[in-house]
């Protein structure tokens, strides 16, 4: 089944830049996996009339090449991590110390310090040396050994911290801002003509990243989101009307509300940036939520940060230039005490805060195994020369993604996917609860199984 | 990309059996898949000369469905759970119960007690009536609260259980033995041209299941084997010359000691009845464990309980007619022991046996969410009338499978495989621990994608 | 040794109400308590000049009677549940119902439903029926299958509904304000002269019920909150400067904060209501952090929901009269967060709150044997006709203390005690953060090992 | 209510030995414990006849002096651990480096690897310098940093070394072979009228230490052992005629077994050491299991690894001369088997050895204070020149222990306690399954409130 190389029908370009060619011989005893091997991006196939039209659209199979470029013993290499927490990011730099070193031999691997603030002198933050000895045990710890920090630093002076310390690959860990500053240090190295390796992790607790069926930390976020679900449902049931409300991470996307709530089904409503709903009217979710309470006396609602913020006012943008969300949980909070006093009916409203808790927890194993390949996938490919790129999982294959590509939308709950869907037919949710909203169709289900790319 | 529907390059076929055509409107809300929806089984590609080759093998996508076969207040269900504990089984116990009454208005569901047994009258063990209140919190324990056993019973009488019973479909979640008896008493079925519906929802965990990257409640059973590891490591550290051993479930694949290892990095040595070894010899295991300690004074093992088999008398078979494995644990210990004590080079060697620990947990989030989905999945096909299948996820998609395809041998770990490298790789193990077998060759390293066929 | 039976040195009268003569031999095959069995409470002893001066104040024992005063098959007991949740309830309520039914014979307890207003027709809550069946998992959840309110019934009315439902034996599973309904319902009782026995289970999350060395469920709540200070520690250490604050439970009394910070010694400042404290000045918490992250660059603060309340407005009173309090970590976050801008120090402090995440969950295998004890002893205590009493563990030991006991005052962390010594000690923190206040003297530190009576 | 100081009625003599005369002012700038502070052994009282009873003996209280007698720049503190692992070791470890370093200014701490053979300069074990950073982290892991090993050493070589390394203060964590071994060391060191303070923190995951109410670690233990009986309950109740079966720690007292039998009520047979049964004949275990088979068909045994030793062989002694006890699981294992075997009753048994997952578990919450206190009260004492003594709990307090009086003799279970009462009450065991015992007549219960003497 010949087809173009370059680009599938999605006109997707998986071409990964490199240094060089590879000319040393790889020191791994291991099998090697070729340039050439190719994971499709989109793995559903619609089959009719005997027939399947299939988007040939692949990425680069990520794993240890035969030939490398970088030299090990005069391999200089350097880790930064930027942006909140995220379980597993220890994981990570664990696994990129203990690759470049046992497996490559590399003698040195630096840590920068608190971020991109890390590289720019006047920060005065000093540079940690990253040993397997150092490493050994951070796995068993959640946030990152090194720091982080938002925001973003002038590429030039990054660059010019890289000459400064003859540093040969650089590995960024941390969200969109990071892997969009990252292609800027990558540009600046380009322009420089430098033989610098620039390869990005990407890292977002929501889960919004094109391309990439779930990203690490996800599974343990989830994981620990439900632990405050189940509070919330215990005090639900504990009072008469009893409501718990559990806020959860979700700036723009509501995977992890949506995940948690198929993981516990003890919840009732889901909301989420994705789907908007109304309020008032008899549609409305105060309205479903009196019918709740009126039927089971209880119910529990997850409410992802970034949901109804058309019902909240925004507050401008943080260090990092994200937008400072209104705060949905809070306006929840009031318009559902001011709708039950209005008309008498007895309430009890807890509200659980579980954030901080759910970022900062060690990896589960899922993750664990997870994060090691990443790390180790990202030492393959910066010891092949490879560069601009940011390693990933997809499709439960690891796979070299062009930075660029990462770097263009987010990625976003499709309230058509099966995953949505199955969140309504557990939590047993109104299909819509927007007054004006036409009831869907009898449409076709949009197939979960693609690869999801940006929206 | 047109191509043949029925059978791609890997001659599999993945047409589904169904009773009839289904012509009631399916009572959900919800959007459908279409039985036009399929996934590809091997989702690499080779890319060479601005070309790439794919295989269009397919299994069709598992989904609700526009129109159903069995009209739901006139249905009546059965579960049966057979063979050996795992984690999530009550998960899809409930997800059955739920879906079936409150999507679609089954009104019955009956759980089968004890296995095969409680479709034998002469056992006497009483059906159980399944409502969402008895099931509601059932996901919470592990095991099944249907009870289990192992063992065939005669397809003939199970066939007259479920016509006068008037069952309409039969869910079975069991191992290969339980699917084996799923197509018998699905034959029987067909034969006696019964409207009788068998959907089976495998079991494994030990993931050897073929086609089904992984199988449900595995992720949970390597979380938890991590602990016992912990463990042995914890013990190993306590004593000079401490060696940590643990044995895992697996008994002809090595999946869960493999990922349990990349887990927890601190296992030295995996065995894997995949990987055969020497314990005497300069490349023997005794070898290379006395050279650990040297280096290290501690190291931890972790083997498969079908590790080694060659070593070890087989003992027979059990009432699932699975042969009884010899004790390749026992035989380490002594031969470990002997091996030091002829040296007398003093040695502390602690063993944890943590099988049934891991098995009778409650599944975690991931394998929550998975089990709901195969739950729901598995009504779906039902109600569709679809028959002689099994539901399972595939590359994070949920597909039909013919019952025929997963009762045709197992998937085992291939020592070329990305996973047993990445192994290899995170453990320090030698390529090899066998005297005579050469070092492997530079060869191409096997692409793990692939949702892997039976060996 | 001869003593005053009556009263020790500290005027304590430990005298236990009955409801008559116990006359019929127990069903029990255990060996018994008599009720001269008694546990000192004050156990240290000052040893000066070659004698010890004991206080001989003491509690009657808990436990099985030889003689009851209920006649099993023609008793009715009733469990209520009210105020705030606490890990362990649905253990105590499950040691009753087991221990009434299989080890006394009674046939029915009744389950009030959502605290107090349970008893009072015009809320139209149904009672439940409590069998060994229905709470035999009930202890592998938080919170009360009961459910539970807050806030005064009158006593009138309950004890017509008492009269009316027949019922022998009332247990009251509540805190402070729940016991002080219990002794208003018993005078109630006798009034009216009835032979229904009044036994309290005292429930407090902040472990401030006089004589009561560690109420149920404190245990889990500190190992609960744990895991909020870790996770605070983990965002403290993830940013240059970063503060992590964790807001605990402790309306009037530090325990469980001062207890978390011994559990978990990542802590530096811990704020209780008991130790007073200012935040400017040069003794000031403000410049105290400052300097703490000056040196570290991050710092971790627990602080009392209670404390500090000289340094906000108190707002009213709840639905049980309690004070409702003024936002100590608010005010906190906003003076922190202004001090530093004003000294254009960064600072990322991160905030959690896990009260509800706390107290809804499953106890501990301590507090689950605890209140197993509680349980059995309160049914001991019932069956041999006791009444106006808690049940509950002082020194190890299970005591009867009389209902007026533990309705006077609230016990209260001791800043000169051993145990907030010992926080200070392991945190590092300051003796006192107050301007005006003269150091400490060289005075003796007060003996921890009273059953603190009431402040 | 003066009374005699050295000796209470219990002719116990609590004098804690000394170096010399404390004279230096302590650095600490909290309260003091004064010297004369005891805390009472025996706190129940009798109380008839309008009088009570009490038992003045008592043990020092533990707590920071006044003045002490090392000045700590001066002195130097060496740690070891021995003996098999207990959860908290760690925690003891970094609470005495802490405590030492922070508080008093002490600038060496030394860790002696391996146990005692760390003392003995043929095995070539190098010490270990333990400073706050080394340990800061070392809570979160199990097991012993410094590592362990069994059996005694010469007491002449180990005060050599401790002569030759210049160290003040010897601080061991051990068992009971470790204590008896503190106290030759001890006598050692008073006879070569050396200035060495040696102080013992007993360890022994069994909680069989006389006096001390709960050893540290046994809580945790405990909450991990119900992990291993929630699993065989599930393993139970997947079968017809299911019995899970675990074996628990406990070699000459059954308190891990009736604790844990107690924490979790699934348990239906608890065998203790401090318990004779009888297998066969009417009252014997395997009748009373065939009747809890055929009523429930299910059931849970919990057996200490040293019950039942009268009917099994003993095999020989361990390095540390601790019997080697005979296997009372596999004779329980096969003598079930033949007994349901020969009566052809189907049955199903599942064996769990948790025993060292269990021990190497990191210290929960509770015990985490409790090894924090120990540590600090360690330091404490030895600082102000006390020696031959250990420091421990007993009804909550921390106290002084003469080491002689540790020494001798071991804790029991009383089968006349209400702790044992409790065990047979809740898991409605019979109260003897021994066909020749004569029912136990109506007498008064063991008052539970001792800190039991050694038996």
Known sequence: MPKQKSKGGSGIDPTIETLGTPKIKSPLPFLFIRDTSGVLIDITADCTNQACSIDPAFFQEAGPRERIYFDPPKTKCAIVTSGGLCPGINDVIRAIVM????????????????GLEGFIPSYGHEVMELT????????????????????????????????????????????????????????????????ISVIGIPKTIDNDIPFITRSFGFDTAVDKATEAIRSAHTE???????????????????FI??????????????????????????LGLLAALEQRLLRRKHAVIVVAEGAGQDL???????????????DI???LIREIKRHFKERSIPLTLKFIDPSYIIRSVPANSNDRVYCGFLGMNAVHAAMAGKTGMVVSKM??????????????????????????QAVLESTGQPMSMRNDEKQHGRIE???????????
């Open 312 to 326: 909240v006012a925004s507050e401008g943008t943080d260090a990092s230039g994200n937008p400072i969300l209104g």
């Open 329 to 331: 949980s809070q306006l």
């Open 236 to 254: 639900a049931l504990g009072a008469c009307n009893g409501v718990g409300m559990v806020k959860l991470m979700g700036r723009e996307a509501g």
């Open 132 to 195: 397997p000895e150092t490493v050994s045990a951070i796995h068993e710890f959640g946030g990152t050994i090194l720091g982080s920090s938002r925001g973003p630093q002038s590429p030039v002076e990054i660059v010019d911290t890289l000459e400064r310390m003859n540093i040969s690959v650089l590995f960024l860990i941390g969200g969109d801002g990071t892997m969009r500053a990252a292609l800027k240090i990558h540009d600046e190295i380009k322009q420089r003509g430098l033989k």
């Open 395 to 420: 499709h439960e294959v690891y796979v070299h993604i062009p930075l660029n590509l990462v770097t263009e939308g987010k990625k976003r709950l499709d309230p058509r996917s099966n995953h949505w």
């Open 257 to 282: 509300a949506a995940q948690a709530a198929m993981a516990l089904k003890d919840v009732n409503f889901v909301l989420v940036p994705e789907v908007k709903i109304d309020l008032e009217g008899p």
């Open 99 to 114: 690759e470049a070193h046992h497996r490559y031999g590399v003698h040195t691997t630096l840590g920068i310090r608190y």
């Open 445 to 455: 289900r949009k197939a979960s199984s693609t690869a999801d790319p940006p929206a």
